[in-house]
Each structure stands twice: as C-alpha cells, then as structure tokens.
C-alpha cells in the first residue's frame, strides 16, 4: 500500500437515490426485553389459556362469596344433593350446601395458599441462595449441607408435625409448607448467582465501588430472574397440592374450612350414589395445577431460558 | 469413591439424629394430653401410674435419651391408642403390604416411564411425541388421589369391572398402583426424554455411527448408557414420593398398609405411633436417597468429583 493518500475530489462521490436513502432505516419500534418476552408468551396458547383461567379463578373467588345470596355454609334442606340448576350453578351437597360458592371460597383458601408460600420462599430463597453463592467458599458448603439435611426428610412428615404442635389453621399450614419448599429456590438461585458474579459487569459494578449487598441484589439477583419466576410459578401448584393432598386424608386444616382437598374428601363417601359432586372439587384442582404449569413453561419460554 | 460414600453416610446419619431430635421434641411440644381420651378423668394415681408407665415423669432431656437409646435398639414404645401392641410390631406387620404394592409401582413407574421417555426422544412421528407430551403434562398436573378417585369412579362405580377395596385379587393390584405411579411414570418419561435427546446430540454418538455402529448399539450402548444417569439420581425422590403417595391410596381403597396406619394414628393422636411411623418414613427415604446417589456416582465418576 503506497502511504500516502490519493486526493479526495467532490466527483468520487455521487448522490443516493432517494429509495436507497431509507434502506437503514429501523421501521420497527425496539421493544423491551420484557415486552418481548409478553409478545412470545401470547403465542404460545397454553400459557395463554393458563393465564386467562387463573384471572377468571382469581376473579370469581374474590367476588363470588361477596355476591353470592348463599354462603359456604348456609343450608338449602329442600335441595339437598341437587343436580346443577340456575339456582346454583354446580348443583348442592348432601346438607344442600352450593357447591359453587364452596368451590369458590376453596379457591381463596388454595390460592393464598399457593401465593403466600411462594412469597415467603421467594424471600427465603433469594437472601439464603443468594449468600451461599456470592460468598461461597465453606460459608456455601455449610450452608449446602444444612439443605442437605432439611432436604432428606419428606416434606409431608415435617407439615404433619408442624400442624400437630401448632394446630390446624390455615397459617401453620402455610408455614408447614415453606419449612421445605423454599430448598428449591435457595438453589437455583445459588446457581445463578455463583455463574452470574464471574461475569464483567458484576467485575465492573465491584471496582466502581458498589456494595456486596447492592451488587446481590441490582445485579446478579436482577439477572437471575428469569430462572427465579418459572420456579415460583413451579411452586404455587406444588404447594395447593400439598394442602388438598392433607385435607383429602383428613389430616389437613381444620375441616369445618371449605377448602379443595376437603371438598374432595366429602364427596368420598358419595362416589356410588352422587358420583357428579366429586367433578367440580377435581377439576378445580386439576385445572388450577395444569393452568400453572402451562403459565410457568410459557415463561420459561418466553424468557428464553433454554437457549442460555 | 470410598472418600464420597463415607461422606454421603454421615451427612444421612446425621440427618437421622435430627429428624428424630425434631420429632421427639415436637411430639413433646403438642397441646393436649395423650391420655385423656374418651371424656374419662382420671384420678391422681391412675394418671401419676399412666405417667410412669410411658416414662414421661422423667425430665424431658432424661426421657430423650432414654428414647434415642431404645430407637437405637429399633424400639419405639408401645402405641398409647391400641394397648399391649409395640410400634415395632405394628410396622413389621404393616409395612410388607406397603412395600409389596410401592415395589410394583416403583417397576411400573420406571417401565413405562422409560419406555414412554425413550419413544418419544427417537421417534419421528410428531403424534406419538405429542400424546407423550400431553399425558406427560397431565400426570404431572393431576394429584394421584384425585386420578385414583377419577378411575375409582370409571372401573368400580360406572363399569364395575373391580371392586374397590382390598388387595385380596391380583388385578385389584391395578388401580392402587398406576395411582400410586402415575406422577413417577411422567417424571421419568419427562426426564429420560430431554436427557436422551441431549445425549443423542453429542459428537460420540455421531462418530460411532460414522464407524458404522447399528442402530439399536448406538442407542443402547451410547446413548442409554450416559442418558440414564439422571434417572438413577431420581430414584431417591421417586420413592419419596410413592411413601408420601401410599397414604391416600391406601385409605382410598383400605389397604391394610404402614401409610394407612400413620394416617390413622394421626387422627387418633397416637404419639408414639406417629413418632415411630415418622422415623421409619425419615429413615427409609434417607436411605433410598444415600443409595440411589451413591448408585449414580458408580456409574459416573464425575459426581463424586464435586460439583
């Protein structure tokens, strides 16, 4: 190559043509990560469906026990073992109770529940997995084996306990529940954390001068999200199975409570003479756990976790 | 290898002390009164007696010791509601009932599950791997009591092929076991799926075809080979499972089993028992777990390496 440069003249140049001037042009709006991850989880239809069903569902059992002219208890005695009918909707029970607004009381004891320990784990999980991955090192190993430990013994017979010593409420219920679901989360978010604080801008936010904390936090708990919301959304079913799992065998809440599980329970007794009433408490169960399930695979899709 | 299973064996001995200390403790730290059952007082004697005969007039810590040293020795005490009977004898009794039905849906579970898993990882046909996914997604979405009291309805009430209780026929075995399994069978399947498809991707299943390996060794002996792996780590959760799943199917369809009498004892509020009964759940998940981890660290040597 010659070092010096050939004169530049104004003839070497010439004018675009005017539908080349636009051809850099981005016509299309950038969308946020978010935004984008909404517009991929709208196209998968299962997740879509699982999410209108638990609207509607969340819906209906904030609103149905207000409105409702019965409530969970109150007895129809002409109506007993009623087949469904415009006066109620899924039919009564054997102390013609509707099944309907029982079914919907049971949706906010299942739903709070599910959500309620999900939070708590969320919360647990987070500052537990977070610490045992950022300081790792024996901190971790210890920590990893007190999970270990936990982790050993059936959740089922830790609830059983718990609901013994502190009785059978809603709360100890839930506290039963978090005592061993929260392993799971601590773990994945563990995992994330110790792969995420090796990259550069967890480097760079450290030699600016952020705290340990703020580093967690804004930034590798910030990053780890994705994996964080599919295992919340996993939790919830697990946790509305546990319960109407312990009120089916009658070892769960207290069973004056109309909660799925005990619903399920009652028609027991009725499968050979009113098999129809065991439908409703089922497929509430049934399409509540399906409707999550397909929500958080749809998220994990929508974030696009596999391809990482 | 030897330095990884002495690891492992203390951190399950350790997890036993615990759960012990926990349910001796906890069962101590209930309300109530173990003896005050049928609405009869009891005079001071009698219950001074009561007392005395089930060691509880010894201070709390002299009685744990005490209690750590007979579970040692595999006894639990005498159940409080069915007089004159041992917890250890009760167990004995119980338990091969339920081991015999868990062992059959633990096969089934792993038969079909595999079968399902490997089907639908090799297959082409994109229905067959459909309806795999689809009953896949349902068996894990649909609790095992509920499919029970689903092919209760079906089979014994509206066709009335089987009778519902009891385990006194073999095809009565059916239903009790593909509800116990139904939620092992399409974990097994979800996971011995995407584990064979990952595997069958990788450079040495192409280079033994390249050498010009059959097909059915390229899969058996490639693939499976390293696809089973996260299965046999499964093992131990799976059995997990199928114990916490033996105490609805058992009071579902009377099977006179050791997860039918915890349910029970729990109602009755039979301490001993439940203390018993929860040890020896503890314990024998704590074992299938040991076991089915130290099985995958044999048949892959990375495990024990640490992860």
Redesign the interface.
């Known amino acids: 190559m010659s070092t010096k440069n050939p004169a530049i003249t104004d003839d070497m140049f010439t004018l675009l043509s005017e539908d080349e001037k636009n051809s850099e042009f981005i016509a299309v709006a950038s969308k946020t990560f978010f935004r984008d991850a909404w517009d991929r989880f709208k196209k998968n239809k299962l997740a879509l469906f699982g999410l209108i069903f638990l609207t509607v569902l969340i819906l209906c059992a904030i609103f149905v026990p207000i409105f409702s002219p019965y409530n969970f208890e109150s007895q129809d005695m002409a109506n007993r073992n009623a087949l469904p009918s415009l006066q109620h909707l899924f039919g009564t029970d054997k102390l013609g109770r509707d099944i309907f607004v029982r079914i919907m009381y049971g949706a906010r004891i299942s739903l709070s529940i599910g959500f309620a320990t999900a939070a708590i784990n969320l919360v647990i999980g987070i500052v537990y997995g977070g610490i045992a991955g950022y300081v790792g090192g024996k901190v971790d190993m210890v920590m990893m084996r007190i999970i270990d430990v936990i982790y050993a013994v059936p959740t089922l017979l830790y609830v059983v306990l718990i609901l013994m010593i502190f009785g059978n409420s809603i709360y100890s219920m839930m506290l039963a529940i978090c005592l061993t679901s929260w392993i799971s989360m601590a773990r994945q978010v563990r995992t994330q954390v110790m792969s995420l604080k090796e990259m550069e801008f967890a480097l760079a936010a450290k030699v600016i001068g952020a705290s340990d904390a703020r580093i967690l936090m804004k930034h590798l708990v910030i990053n780890a999200l994705g994996p964080i919301i599919v295992c919340l959304t996993m939790m919830v079913p697990s946790a509305i199975f546990t319960e109407s799992f312990l009120s089916f065998v009658g070892i769960g809440i207290d069973p004056t409570i109309p909660s799925w599980g005990k619903l399920a329970n009652d028609c027991r007794a009725l499968i050979f003479s009113y098999p129809v009433q065991i439908i409703w408490p089922i497929a509430a169960i049934c399409l509540t756990t399906l409707s999550l399930n397909f929500v958080g695979d749809g998220v994990g899709e929508a974030l696009q976790l596999k391809r990482r | 290898m030897l330095k990884y299973a002495t690891k492992r064996l203390v951190?399950?001995i350790?997890?036993l002390f615990?759960?012990v200390t926990?349910?001796f403790f906890?069962?101590h730290?209930?309300?109530g009164d173990p003896f005050a059952q049928d609405n009869k007082v009891l005079s001071a004697e009698a219950y001074a007696a009561m007392e005395a005969k089930y060691g509880l007039d010894k201070p709390l810590p002299e009685q744990y010791v005490i209690y750590l040293r007979n579970v040692l020795r595999g006894d639990f005490g005498e159940s409080i509601s069915k007089k004159g009977q041992q917890v250890s004898a009760i167990i004995a009794k119980r338990a091969p009932v339920t081991a015999r039905v868990g062992a059959i849906a633990f096969v089934v579970a792993l038969t079909i599950g595999l079968t399902f898993g490997i089907a639908s990882a090799l297959t082409k046909k994109r229905w067959v791997n459909s309806l795999i996914t689809l009953f896949a997604?349902?068996g894990?979405?649909?609790?095992g009591?509920?499919f029970a009291?689903?092919i209760?309805?079906l089979f014994a009430?509206?066709l009335k092929l089987v009778g519902i209780v009891g385990l006194d026929k073999p095809q009565q075995y059916i239903m009790p076991v593909f509800a116990l399994s139904l939620g092992s069978i399409s974990s097994i399947t979800r996971l011995s799926r995407s584990s064979l498809r990952d595997v069958m991707n990788q450079d040495y299943i192409t280079l033994a075809r390249s050498k010009g390996t059959s097909e059915l060794k390229v899969v058996t002996k490639h693939g499976l080979k390293n696809a089973l792996l996260p299965v046999v780590t499964y093992c131990g959760p799976m059995f997990?499972g199928l114990?916490?799943g033996s105490?609805?199917i058992e009071?579902?369809f009377s099977i006179p089993g050791i997860g039918a009498e915890f349910?029970s004892s729990?109602?009755n509020?039979d301490y001993t028992l439940?203390m018993g009964l929860?040890i020896f759940?503890?314990a024998i998940?704590?074992v299938m777990?040991l076991a089915s981890d130290l099985a995958a660290a044999a048949i892959d040597p990375r495990i024990k390496l640490g992860k």
């Open positions: 951190i399950g350790l997890t615990i759960l926990i349910t906890g069962v730290a209930m309300p997604t349902l894990v979405s649909i609790p009591f509920l009291m689903l209760m309805i009430v509206k997990a114990v916490t105490l609805v009071s579902l349910t729990i109602t509020r439940v929860t759940f503890g998940v704590i777990n």
